[in-house]
């Protein structure tokens, strides 16, 4: 079956622009997370969205980043007013209902010039 | 809180090697995860651990959870050139918490 997809794979932009990330979770998928990687590191988690609750917003790294998702499926990540420091590779990745396992998409890369 | 530390970092090896990996914490964790991330793609679940003890295979891979609860590691045998990449433990941070924390992760490199 289809697995996570993200668009677009690579974005680049120029510093106080506003751009937005989606990730289209596999289907049936329940919960569907954000990371943050920047080069070379780990992955930092940002936000987590599991089903009808609220959503647990404790990574995100400050008020420019703000992420939804729509209808329990398609989510958004939004950066407003970007900044250099905000170029990273973002990962999304979904989970079905039990378990642990999470899925991840491919990544988008963001540049901020 | 909850940390993952893996070891080694990085690793150098000749194909054909066999590579042994670990990841280790300060706390309990009930699941491990193991991830392999390629260069410029998203993590890969390779094995996934439920049980103290436990040694599960996947091919040339096999991962077991220690006995302690606080560690997993991680062998690939007869390695190829594919098997380059980075490789990420993670659990749960808290039993019943979705989230999970990540390793460090362990850079594998071949060298020719």
């Known amino acids: 079956g289809a697995g996570v997809s993200q668009s677009p794979s690579n974005k680049v932009t120029e510093k106080g622009k506003d751009v937005e990330l989606r990730c289209d979770p596999i289907?049936?998928?329940?919960?569907l997370y954000w990371y943050r990687q920047s080069l070379g590191q780990g992955l930092e988690f940002l936000i987590y969205f599991q089903g009808n609750s609220a959503p647990d917003k404790s990574g995100l790294p400050s008020d420019r980043f703000s992420a939804e998702r729509t209808g329990g499926s398609v989510s958004t990540l939004t950066i407003q007013r970007t900044q250099q420091e905000d170029s990273a590779v973002y990962l999304c990745a979904s989970r079905p209902n039990r378990g642990y396992e999470q899925y991840f998409g491919p990544g988008t890369r963001l540049t901020v010039t | 809180g909850q940390q993952l530390n893996q070891s080694p970092q990085s690793m150098f090896i000749q194909e054909g090697e066999d590579v042994s990996m670990n990841c280790t914490s300060s706390s309990i964790f009930n699941t491990w995860l193991w991830y392999k991330q390629d260069p410029g793609e998203g993590p890969v679940l390779l094995i996934a651990?439920?049980?103290?003890?436990e040694l599960t295979s996947n091919g040339r891979l096999t991962a077991q959870f220690g006995i302690t609860r606080k560690d997993s590691f991680l062998n690939i045998s007869a390695s190829i050139p594919s098997d380059v990449g980075i490789y990420f433990c993670a659990g749960p941070r808290r039993f019943g918490n979705e989230k999970l924390t990540f390793g460090t992760g362990t850079r594998l490199t071949i060298i020719p």
């Open positions: 651990l439920y049980k103290a003890g």
């Open positions: 289907s049936g998928h329940t919960a």
